[in-house]
Structure formats: C-alpha cells, structure tokens
C-alpha cells in the first residue's frame, strides 16, 4: 500500500520526462531497493516502458541505495553533497545511473498548481514553499553545526581534527622511540654475549 503511494510520485514525473524513460529502459526488469532506515525500505522494478513497479519478490534487488533520514532534505533541494551521502550495493552502473536521472528530475510544482489556482496564485504558494523549505534546510544545517561545535568545544564528546592529528604524529613519535630503544637493546644484548 505504502509502495504504490511512493512509485505514483515517481512515475508521475518520469512520465513529463521521456529522456528518462529511455535511458531506464535498458534496465527493464532490474530492481532497486531504496532504504532511509527507519523511513522507507521500497525495492522497485524498472517496467519496459521506463517507469518504476512494485516488487513484491523475496530475491535481492540488482542495486540498492541506502542513506540516512537527515541527508532527505539535501536531496530534496538537490544539493551535490547530499548525493555523495548516498551509500550504493549492488549493480554500481544502474545504481549510478539511477542517482544521475534523480538530479535532473525536478517536478515544475508551481506548472501543477496553475491549473488548479491559477498561475498567481500557483506562483505565490510555489515560492513561498520554496523560502519554508530553504528555512528548514538552513535550521537543520544550524542546528547540526551547533550541535557539532558544541560535542566538541563544550562538552567534549568528539575530538577536533586537529587535537585527532596532534595524537596520531604524538603516537607515531613515541612509536619511533620503542623502535630505536629496541634497536639500542638488541645491540647492547648483542655485544655482552660476545
């Protein structure tokens, strides 16, 4: 019931793009497993006329993209990072063409509107959803800056890259001490056997 109501969305913006239809018709019958733990677990088939079905099979999907929740608003507002977020299993190829479609796909949801409200209207809400959702990008990019700087300033829960840097050079320092005391061991232990 959930999947049909996640592929409509889907196919309804692969419909206005027959680009993208094409290019996943050379995947038809391939299937692809989305997981956003806890959100979504969907495995998809590529249909022969480029869309997306539902698989409803036990076997393992040809690619599977995972990510997690807090990378979905990078990937909504198409953001480059967000996209490297992605972790891939499986066929890389149709995995790597399946995220390179998903970039350029961005639904005209004001075109939508207009022909239910109006083209006025359809603009207004169209932009002001823009700048809301713009807002709730920047408050979880802020919040999760704070967050980040205050584990490390304020309560010191995670480590600065530098003090991460200053402990590796610090232990490969006293590594090399070990190294030349037991060079100078072996070699004392060497000469009072003689």
């Not at 599977?64 to 977020?85: K, M, N, Q, R, W």
């Amino acid at each position: 019931m959930f999947a049909a109501y996640t592929i409509l969305p889907i196919n309804y913006v692969l419909h206005r793009e027959s680009w993208a239809r094409k290019w996943l018709q050379s995947y038809e019958g391939k299937s692809v497993r989305i997981r956003i733990p806890p959100l979504v677990d969907l495995k998809m088939v590529v249909l022969a006329n480029g869309e997306f079905g539902y698989s409803s099979d036990n076997h393992e999907a040809d690619a599977t993209l995972s990510c997690l929740p807090s990378v979905l608003p990078g990937l909504i507002a198409h953001d480059e990072s967000a996209y490297d977020a992605i972790d891939i299993a499986g066929n890389v190829m149709f995995a790597e063409d399946l995220i390179t479609i998903s970039k350029s796909l961005k639904p005209d949801i004001e075109q939508e509107l207009s022909k239910f409200i109006g083209d006025i209207p359809a603009h207004r809400l169209a932009k002001a959803g823009e700048s809301l959702f713009q807002w709730h990008i920047n408050l979880v990019k802020n919040l999760s800056d704070t967050l980040g700087e205050y584990w490390s300033e304020e309560q010191p829960i995670v480590a600065k890259p530098g003090d991460l840097r200053r402990f590796f050079r610090q232990t490969e320092v006293v590594r090399n001490n070990l190294d030349q005391l037991e060079i100078r061991i072996n070699h004392l232990i060497q000469k009072s056997s003689i």
